[in-house]
């Protein structure tokens, strides 16, 4: 079995805070490490502004079941509420090699 990354690529609407964004990513955290086959999650941002969110999944049905109920989920629509959903893109990338520092 394959892990896969899946990598959602967006910009902030032009109303909204990083500090709300990120309080939000927190919350959608909790939901996150409930589901199953869940690995790791990271948020980060460019100089440009543009926000990748990275999880990690154990395999592609674990990746497309979370995603499918990501949007019906209290967390996952209060986080929608400060993305432009017009400059999303969404990735599920099938991992080839992958090595992690041994204190992680």
Do not use: P
């Amino acid at each position: 079995m394959t892990n896969i990354v899946e990598q959602v690529q967006y910009r902030l609407k032009q109303d909204a805070s990083e500090k709300d964004l990120i309080a939000s990513s927190n919350n959608l955290n909790l939901w996150v490490k409930e589901q199953k086959g869940f690995l790791y999650r990271s948020l980060a941002k460019s100089a440009e502004g543009v926000w990748i969110d990275i999880i990690y999944w154990q395999d592609m049905k674990c990746a497309l079941d979370a995603s499918k109920a990501f949007g019906s989920t209290t967390e996952g629509q209060a986080m929608m509420e400060f993305i432009d959903g017009s400059t999303v893109i969404m990735q599920h990338l099938e991992v080839m090699t992958q090595v992690a520092h041994d204190a992680m």
